[in-house]
């Protein structure tokens, strides 16, 4: 079983659209992170949370520790939001992530 | 400058070649990580430096050799790799390994063997 569960693995939406990716995990962390990455490959870091809510423009991630679940939304989808969208866990050992599957985003006009 | 650069970017060699991926940071982080990153896969450690020394490495095979000659550049030399080595090599760093700290990415080295 995989330490971190994303969900869902793919999601089409349509411009203007709320978007919600879910993350689960199971191992104890001293952060999470939400990660965008192209396709290009390059992966930039969108939010890193220990707990509550953090705002970034459009985006949105909030994260219950007690529930171990974390979520990304975000509001007014526009299709350069098409991406994968990466849940990553930083672990106790020397800061190592361990990544969710990733979702794939696409956001049609 | 606050970001993970990694040359080449692209990178096509034999099997019999030897090559070297870079990766450099001027932030003044003190952890370095290499991930590689099978297609539609999520990315999976290679090795970690935590101030200049190899802490972890997850059993990756000797074809993989890491460097790092300073606190600000990482390397990794290939020796006699396999076509099932190709895929995209990011490296990653953070300012501290323990802690709640930010990581930042590298673009990758998008690797070919063949």
């Known amino acids: 079983k995989n330490e971190v569960e994303q969900s869902p693995q793919n999601l089409t939406a349509q411009e203007g659209e709320f978007i919600t990716i879910n993350c689960s995990y199971s191992v104890g962390i001293s952060a999470l992170h939400w990660l965008q990455q192209h396709p290009g490959g390059g992966i930039v870091s969108l939010f890193m949370?220990?707990?509550g809510k953090k705002k970034h423009g459009r985006l949105i991630a909030t994260i219950n520790i007690q529930e171990k679940h974390s979520s990304l939304h975000i509001t007014a989808s526009h299709p350069r939001d098409s991406a994968v969208y990466i849940c990553a866990v930083r672990g106790s050992t020397l800061g190592r992530l361990y990544f969710g599957r990733g979702t794939q985003l696409t956001v049609w006009p | 400058d606050t970001e993970v650069t990694q040359t080449p970017k692209h990178l096509v060699m034999g099997m019999t070649n030897k090559k070297s991926l870079k990766c450099e940071q001027h932030m003044g982080h003190r952890a370095m990580y290499w991930y590689k990153q099978k297609a539609k896969k999520p990315p999976e450690l290679m090795f970690v430096?935590?101030?200049?020394?190899?802490?972890i490495n997850e059993s990756v095979p000797s074809r993989f050799s890491p460097e790092c000659p300073n606190s600000s550049l990482l390397n990794l030399h290939l020796h006699a790799l396999q076509p099932e080595d190709s895929a995209l090599y990011l490296c990653?760093?953070?300012?501290?390994?323990?802690?709640?700290?930010?990581?930042?990415f590298g673009s990758g080295t998008r690797l070919t063997v063949v």
């Open positions: 430096y935590s101030y200049e020394k190899l802490s």
């Open positions: 949370l220990s707990s």
């Open positions: 990653a760093s953070s300012q501290f390994y323990t802690g709640n700290y930010g990581y930042t």
